[in-house]
């Protein structure tokens, strides 16, 4: 069963196109990640998805409702985390939730749902002007999960969190699944996708040039990725060899870490890379490959930009 079904969906803001024509269907139950560089679009469909903004073509249904006709039926059923949520300075935490309960003729038990963001009592008493952007998010959260919405939609989650509100993050996500909920999140931070995502899109410049799980993008390697090779050198290598191995037919990036030249290639490509890092003059120690990271799969995808 479907939850998010777009069809040829297209933006244009004057003469800016910022959606092309996007198709994407997102079964119930899924979680879904939703990736691109900046201006890629992910705002705009999320705007569209929420009918914030209307498309200048093609039709949006979420759960089978069209969300032109109407808008109030879908927006019952959906928990919003907007990007860059700013509370109301002089609204305690509590009383932000309290509010959300009430308009959403909800009966949720606001310390219940406290305890589950990870905001203290004390901190939910206090009027929200004090907060830090990662207690804000947190509060957005809460707010997010009154109801038990049937879809999530997250833009941007973890801004702001620390490794504690990232990890209870996606905790959170993983069970708001588990009730089977369909949580559609938009992030940079590919680690978490990759972490708690069922399936991914990869949109650049208003077009989807990928829709699969993570490991199904790694197998067709459409991206020209595949593989990611770490070689240890003995001598520390240097811009010259970096720019000659990422000049290679099949690789797509190559960056250093930790002394090492990191390879993002397709499979085929590892013997030429080790060959021309010995013919610039480098001195192999050891190397290890690796499945393609996301991120190597995203640079692939998106030419780069992130
Ligand atoms: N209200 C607007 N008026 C004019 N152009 C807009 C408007 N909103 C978005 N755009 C343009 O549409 C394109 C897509 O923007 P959008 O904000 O959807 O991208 P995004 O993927 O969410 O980017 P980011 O990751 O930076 O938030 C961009 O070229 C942007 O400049």
Do not use: W
Not at 11 to 17: A, E, I, P, S
Not at 168 to 183: F, K, L, P
């Amino acid at each position: 069963m479907t939850a998010i079904a777009l069809q040829n969906v297209a933006k244009r803001y004057g003469d800016v196109r910022a959606l092309h024509g996007i198709d994407l269907e997102i079964e119930r139950g899924e979680v879904f990640g939703f990736l691109g560089p900046n201006g890629a679009g992910k705002s705009t469909t999320i705007d569209i998805l929420l009918h914030y903004t209307h498309p200048t073509a093609g039709t949006v249904e979420v759960f089978d409702h069209d969300v032109t006709e109407t808008p109030v039926a879908v927006r019952e059923r959906v928990g919003i985390l907007p990007e860059g949520f700013a509370p109301f300075e002089t609204m305690t935490g509590r009383e932000h939730l309290e509010y959300a309960i009430e308009a959403n003729d909800a009966d949720d038990d606001p310390d219940t749902l406290l305890e589950r963001v990870g905001l203290d009592t004390e901190a939910a008493a206090r009027p929200a002007r004090g907060y830090s952007k990662g207690m804000a998010q947190r509060l957005a959260l809460a707010m997010a999960l009154v109801g038990k919405p049937d879809l999530l939609i997250l833009d941007e989650p973890s801004t702001g969190l620390d490794p504690h509100g990232v990890r209870r993050m996606r905790e959170i996500v993983r069970e708001e699944r588990d009730r089977g909920a369909t949580v559609f999140f938009s992030s940079h931070i590919l680690e978490q996708v990759e972490a708690v995502a069922d399936r991914v899109a990869i949109l650049r410049a208003g077009e989807l040039v990928a829709v699969d799980t993570i490991d199904g993008l790694r197998a067709t390697g459409d991206g020209g990725v595949d593989a990611e090779l770490a070689v240890d050198l003995a001598d520390s290598p240097t811009e010259e060899l970096r720019t000659a191995v990422a000049g290679l037919e099949g690789v797509s990036d190559v960056t250093k870490r930790n002394g090492h030249l990191v390879v993002a290639c397709r499979d085929d490509a590892k013997v030429a890379v080790l060959d021309e890092i010995r013919d610039a003059g480098g001195t192999v120690r050891t190397f290890s490959t690796d499945e393609a990271s996301l991120e190597d799969l995203f640079v692939a995808y998106t030419g780069g930009s992130r």
